[in-house]
């Protein structure tokens, strides 16, 4: 696009399009409207866009539940297909009558314990994660949203910064959207996710399974009696998941949730 191209709706989105884009125009408004009307930024965000730079990443923000979150580089941008973890632990906590307790682990932006506290506003979470990048822009949408007395950030190894706070068999749901593709997959045909997003993000080892191998284990002292874990789970993987909640025979009422496409995507278990 020509630094002295239209900076219109049609225009912009017509160069999204051009370059492959689905729902270019809804995303050429997005642009214009974050630009808040300066044509030659817009201009620069739409060709950021075209490139394959992430939309959310682009505006600096993205929509998740209904509710809007800032984004940053150092972090995933949260995905629409996210939001069934997220609808499925709201019905879970609906069912109690105390005050619901959540880890959000692996948290990203936050963008799961953030939305169940809007959405469940008697909702109390805690949202863990190892990367700076995450940590920084968690906790600007913990402030941004006004959640500062529900929903704490803590940054460490999974379960680590969770160590003396005194929540050991006090937690009703443990939901994670943990990376679940294999290192492999992300040197092949994957790889093009690495290019705008850190591989923190997706990177589960071998076969994609390593941090649902661990959360299965460590999530068992800080759940309690009848408490769910929730996972998301990518394509094809929810055999391999189940297996890993079997094996432990700590968990029972394991169920699969599908998509609209028929897809198992989140996969729950009660703690025994």
Request: charge should be negative; aromatic fraction near 6%; include cysteine.
């Amino acid at each position: 696009m020509s630094s002295g191209g239209s900076g219109s709706v049609a225009d912009l989105g017509a160069f999204l399009a051009a370059a492959g884009l689905t729902g270019a125009f809804e995303e050429a408004e997005k642009i214009l409207r974050a630009a808040g009307g300066d044509e030659a930024w817009a201009r620069q965000m739409v060709e950021e866009r075209a490139k394959g730079k992430p939309l959310g990443h682009v505006i600096g923000r993205q929509q998740f539940l209904g509710v809007e979150l800032i984004v940053a580089s150092g972090a995933l941008v949260p995905r629409e297909e996210t939001e069934l973890l997220a609808r499925t632990a709201l019905r879970r906590i609906g069912e109690l009558v105390s005050t619901p307790k959540l880890i959000d682990m692996c948290c990203g932006v936050g963008n799961l314990a953030c939305a169940i506290a809007v959405h469940a506003p008697q909702a109390r979470a805690w949202a863990s994660d190892l990367t700076d990048g995450c940590i920084a822009v968690a906790r600007r949408n913990v402030e941004h949203l006004g959640l500062g007395d529900r929903v704490t950030v803590l940054q460490g190894d999974l379960f680590t910064p969770l160590v003396g706070l005194e929540l050991e068999g006090e937690i009703d749901v443990v939901i994670c959207n943990p990376p679940y593709i294999s290192t492999g997959r992300l040197s092949g045909d994957r790889a093009s996710l690495l290019e705008h997003e850190p591989r923190e993000a997706f990177d589960a080892g071998p076969y994609g399974l390593a941090i649902h191998q661990r959360v299965v284990k460590e999530a068992l002292p800080y759940l309690r009696v009848g408490g769910w874990l929730m996972f998301e789970i990518g394509v094809g993987q929810d055999r391999q998941v189940k297996l890993l909640f079997d094996r432990t025979r700590a968990y029972e009422d394991v169920e699969l949730v599908s998509d609209e496409g028929g897809n198992p995507r989140v996969i729950i278990g009660r703690k025994k």
